[in-house]
């Protein structure tokens, strides 16, 4: 699994989703943004976490702009994965490869702490290593994380199973840090090729370090076959 | 010299903060009158903040030197040698005055400039640590203050990248009018890869870097270095804004830059800006300095040198560059897209010369700017001593549990969960512990190597007897790192006080240093780098002497540091040090009795040091579960806390010897509560015998209640909600 991880000049998160990728046997490389194409062979682009311009007005907008995504999109396109963590999940639905947008948490504050979630669906090349339903404590780190689309689009979200990870409590009880419609912490495209979401899986993979719940994302990413080109 | 500038005269001096005597010392000095930018150069440097003129005979006297400190004061920051190549650099600095006017980009712009402090020396930040002090909760502006300046921390540190770990906030009238927001900046370099502001060569090309000057912060330090009247409001444009984003971008290409071996000397333009960064650097290397301030990046045009000199605006950084490595260093900035531009050299003139449109705007002996900044033996006046109040002179006014719960809700005593949930304390991946414990553990790259991190004062006793207050913040910081498991180092202060023109200001300033001096010398603890801030006074009003004390240890395994957390059920509860119910100055006389009355609790410097070798070597042998100094509220709070962290209740008894409450919530000092196998235990009492420390098994751990002596248990979910609901409450 070779993983190119875009490094914006405001990205932060980028150290994290290396030792993560490396630790699961992934093979990441980091890719400056002023680059116009990806590695050859690359089999998943991550957009790390971060402030990528800054993201003074809205989150992921100048990124999402930058020629590098039209690398990115290619890449999806052709069914390509991608995986946009946090301010990458922002950049991803800015630049149109998921639905609906990431506004100020309901509470107008920056949240960072430990949060539940519970795992949608295991047959996707980011979850096969978790149970269906199983619920996982990872991270959270956001000022911009309440995911909302309109009611159409979430009624197709919903009604194609693109729902990835759901916010709750530690024993599936309702707890969304917040205000994101149905609870939503990550989404999946269409082809379920591209995954965004706001929680950090990266900053979970070490018991020494809050636990290990975040492994299984990267786990499955490792091990996913690459499908026949 | 230019028509269009002011002639300069004593009264316009004096609108600089100039004393008379002062304006006279410039005269003598240079000649002649100087001309406006002069004066502004000389306001600068010559102001409390930058040069330190009431503090600095007496900060002489803190002990700075170990084997393993690299760099003392008088750098950006200070540097430890933590092994295996590897140094820490570490400061804490106040930005309390801009704070108070403008909280959300007071206090941002205060971790933008101890973040620049740290990476200016080539050192990657890892941590950040804050120490906050508010007004008293009712205060009109308390809630505005608390929301701007968390939020400012949050903004600039979350988008920076760094996490933030640990803190300290509390509340009180002291501070209505002068809030206190001091932020620490800890970073990592090889020991060997280590920057300096000293500048050498004659000839060498000095380089501005990063965003440009705009006509923001001008006089920031003259602002920071006066008290406030009824016009604080009107000092808003004297704050900074930040722009963290440009600020990583400026860390990364600093890093990047220092690797090709193209920088002699580097300095960040924080106070007085370019003049204060450009002065230091030559003066540091015995070198003149010759500024073309044409060639400064400006935001707008028409800026004068006097306002270019004086700006205060962010996320710059100077540099004299080895010459003919221009055009490599120009690349790494273009590359992240931050200004660059040779704007001056360093010469063998010993002056600083500033040019500007085709005149000399300022000539000045650059050694004599800083080194004959005057220098002010002030009065001072020792505090009057108090009378030692132990329990059997205090009548318990309610039951110890009703006594508890009402302490963990108050607001010194109450979770900071609301504060601390808004910074990024995860990010980096290496934070093994994270806000809410004794210190802050971070371990170091891939480990096992890790760092203890604390901030701590206690200003109530510091007020009560500046001396024992002092001693009494660096035995805190140094037990909080000792609770942890690590071996403590070396430490940064951030002295808060009033006017120091006042006798009593200046005593409590005097005894609070003569304190802390004693205390780092017996703990071995020297201060390595530090930030005076004076003048928090508003309308005659100063706030209590507040001597921030930020620790820096080492932990060689982080696998083995420990937690407040009780972690199993059936666990001995053992008390080292002490307990003689020491109520002077307690949060029990304080906020249960309603009193503040008496002499802070003493501390036995030479009884700190012992029983925190032993309890760091039980940490160390994997002998105890949990670990937690007693300090705030006693021990009754320190084992509330540790019951509410790890879930499980415990029970204790109660000696006869003491009253119960004097037992309970006297702030004895050196001591801590470990919680151990029952196994363990006689092992752990005869250790303790053969160092000659004090221990007790009071009591065993379990259970979903706490229960003290024979009083009616308290469940962990009242403790809980007594501990988590005042903070959030009052802020949302």
């Known amino acids: 699994m070779n993983a190119a991880i875009i490094l914006f000049p405001g990205s932060n998160r980028e150290g994290d989703a290396f030792r993560a990728l490396a630790a699961s046997g992934a093979r990441p490389a980091l890719v400056w943004h002023r680059e116009t194409h990806l590695p050859p062979k690359t089999d998943l682009v991550v957009l790390p976490g971060g402030f990528s311009y800054g993201d003074y007005l809205r989150c992921g907008a100048i990124a999402a702009r930058e020629s590098i995504m039209d690398a990115v999109r290619a890449h999806a396109a052709r069914g390509g994965l991608v995986l946009g963590i946090c301010n990458g999940f922002q950049i991803l639905v800015e630049s149109g490869l998921l639905p609906g947008v990431l506004m100020r948490n309901a509470k107008l504050r920056f949240i960072c702490r430990m949060q539940h979630l519970r795992v949608e669906r295991n047959d996707t090349p980011f979850a096969s290593a978790y149970a269906r339903g199983q619920i996982i404590k990872v991270a959270i780190a956001h000022g911009e994380g309440n995911y909302i689309a309109d009611s159409e689009t979430i009624a197709r979200i919903e009604g194609d199973g693109r729902v990835a990870f759901r916010y709750c409590g530690a024993n599936g009880e309702a707890d969304n840090p917040n205000g994101s419609i149905n609870d939503i912490a990550g989404i999946y495209s269409k082809g379920f090729n591209v995954l965004g979401l706001m929680p950090h899986p990266e900053n979970l993979v070490d018991a020494l370090v809050g636990g290990t719940d975040g492994r299984g994302l990267f786990e499955s990413l490792a091990t996913f076959a690459r499908p026949a080109a | ?732």
């Open chain 2, 1 to 732: 010299m230019s028509a269009s500038e002011p002639s300069v005269t004593p009264e316009l001096a004096a609108a600089h903060g100039l004393k008379p005597d002062e304006y006279q010392r410039i005269l003598d000095l240079i000649g002649r009158a100087p001309t406006f930018t002069e004066l502004g150069v000389f306001s600068a440097m010559w102001n409390e903040h930058c040069s330190y003129k009431s503090s600095r005979l007496h900060l002489r006297r803190l002990p700075t030197k170990a084997p393993w400190v690299i760099q003392g004061p008088g750098e950006n920051a200070g540097i430890i040698d933590i092994g295996d190549g590897d140094a820490c650099v570490f400061k804490m600095e106040s930005h309390n005055h801009p704070s108070y006017i403008e909280p959300f980009q007071g206090a941002a712009t205060g971790v933008g400039g101890i973040l620049r402090d740290v990476f200016t020396m080539g050192a990657r930040p890892v941590a950040c640590l804050n120490l906050l002090r508010f007004g008293e909760p009712d205060h009109a502006k308390t809630r505005h203050l608390v929301a701007g300046v968390v939020a400012g921390i949050g903004s600039y540190g979350n988008s920076f990248g760094v996490p933030t770990v640990a803190g300290s906030t509390n509340f009180g009238k002291g501070y209505n009018g002068n809030i206190l927001v001091n932020a620490m900046a800890v970073g990592i370099a090889r020991a060997d890869e280590i920057f300096y502001a000293k500048a050498t060569g004659i000839g060498n090309p000095i380089v501005y870097l990063g965003s440009k000057t705009g006509r923001d912060g001008i006089h920031g330090a003259t602002m920071a270095s006066a008290s406030f009247e009824a016009d604080s409001e009107d000092k808003r444009p004297t704050v900074q804004v930040g722009d963290p984003f440009t600020e990583k971008l400026l860390l990364e290409a600093c890093l990047e830059l220092m690797r090709t071996g193209a920088v002699i000397a580097i300095q960040d333009m924080g106070a007085a800006g370019l003049t204060s960064s450009a002065v230091e650097m030559g003066a540091k290397g015995d070198l003149g300095i010759e500024l073309d301030l044409d060639a400064a990046p400006c935001r707008e045009p028409g800026m004068s040198a006097y306002e270019m000199l004086l700006s205060e605006s962010q996320e710059r950084m100077l540099m004299v560059l080895d010459p003919g490595k221009e055009a490599a260093a120009e690349a790494v900035f273009r590359k992240w897209g931050l200004d660059f531009k040779i704007i001056g050299k360093t010469t063998d003139t010993l002056r600083f010369v500033v040019k500007h449109e085709g005149e000399i705007k300022a000539d000045l002996p650059i050694k004599e700017l800083g080194d004959c900044a005057p220098l002010y033996d002030r009065p001072h006046e020792a505090s009057p001593k108090l009378p030692r109040l132990l329990a059997v002179d205090v009548e318990a006014p309610v039951p110890d549990a009703e006594a508890l719960l009402a302490l963990l809700g108050t607001p010194d005593l109450c979770s900071s969960r609301w504060i601390w949930e808004q910074y990024d304390h995860l990010i980096l991946g290496n934070t093994i512990e994270a806000p809410g414990g004794d210190a802050a553990v971070i371990r170091i790259k891939d480990g096992p190597k890790g760092l203890a991190l604390t901030a701590d004062v206690t200003q109530r006793y510091c007020a009560a007897d500046p001396y024992e207050g002092g001693k009494q913040a660096v035995a805190e910081a140094w037990r909080n790192l000792t609770a942890a498991g690590a071996l403590p180092l070396a430490a940064t202060d951030n002295l808060n006080f009033g006017n120091p023109e006042k006798p009593a200001v200046m005593g409590q300033f005097v005894g609070c240093i003569d304190g802390i001096g004693d205390a780092c010398r017996a703990l071995d603890f020297p201060i390595v780098s530090g930030n005076v801030s004076l003048y928090n006074e508003s309308s005659g009003q100063a706030i209590p002497p507040t001597p921030s004390i930020g620790g820096v240890g080492v932990i060689a395994d982080v696998s083995l540091a420990a937690s407040i957390a009780i972690k199993r059920e059936g666990d001995a509860i053992l008390l080292i040090g002490p307990a003689e119910g020491w109520l002077g100055q307690s949060l029990y006389l304080r906020d249960v009795c309603g009193l503040e009355e008496g002499a802070p609790p003493p501390v036995d410097l030479a009884l700190e040091r012992r029983n925190g070798d032993f309890v760091r070597r039980l940490i160390a042998q994997g002998t105890v579960n949990a670990a937690h100094d007693v300090s705030d509220g006693g021990l009754a709070v320190a084992l509330a806390e540790m019951a509410l962290a790890g879930a499980i209740g415990a029970s204790l008894a109660l000696p006869d010897t003491l009253p119960s409450h004097g037992f309970l919530f006297g702030e004895d000092q050196a001591r801590y509560i470990v919680t151990a196998a029952p196994a363990a235990v006689d092992a752990i009492l005869r250790e303790a015998e053969r160092a000659g420390v004090v221990c007790a098994a009071l009591g065993a751990t379990g259970g979903d209640a706490l229960t003290l002596g024979a009083g009616t248990p308290i469940f962990l979910s009242e403790l809980r909600k007594a501990h988590e609901t005042w903070l959030p409450t009052f802020m949302d």
